[in-house]
């Protein structure tokens, strides 16, 4: 059930996109103590993205999940920006990190809600 969004504008080489979308979904996963087949990560780069007037390296993410404590925020988004920086070269201050708490009724999966 969590969904993680990345957009960026940095240019990704194809053969390092699985590895990294393989890498976020274990560590969102461990992060939320959640079962990884039911983590979904999408990872878009070349983005035409422009953060405080300039173009240089940013990313923009989304972490959606059912029952995302508002406790573990701070945390994530520390993980994801040092997995950005590691990664991609983005700094974190040019990250923009957005959570939301999913009601489990507006989650739908395998013909169903959770």
């Known amino acids: 059930m969590p969904y993680v969004k990345i957009q960026t504008n940095t240019p990704l080489a194809s053969e390092a996109k699985q590895p990294l979308l393989s890498k ?4 969102v996963a461990d992060a939320l103590n ?10 878009a780069g070349n983005a035409a993205m422009v953060f ?6 940013a990313a923009y993410i989304e ?5 995302l ?4 925020t701070q945390h994530l988004s520390q993980m994801l920006c040092l997995l950005l920086h590691d ?3 983005i700094p974190p201050e040019r990250i923009y990190i957005e959570f939301t708490d999913i009601p489990r009724k507006f989650w739908g999966w395998n013909g169903s809600t959770f």
């Open 34 to 43: 959640k079962p990884e087949r039911y983590v979904m990560v999408d990872l």
């Open 87 to 89: 990664e991609l070269t």
């Open 69 to 72: 404590p508002d406790t573990q």
């Open 52 to 57: 405080a007037g300039s173009g240089d390296p």
């Open 63 to 67: 972490l959606k999940s059912i029952d």
């Open 24 to 27: 976020i979904s274990r560590q």
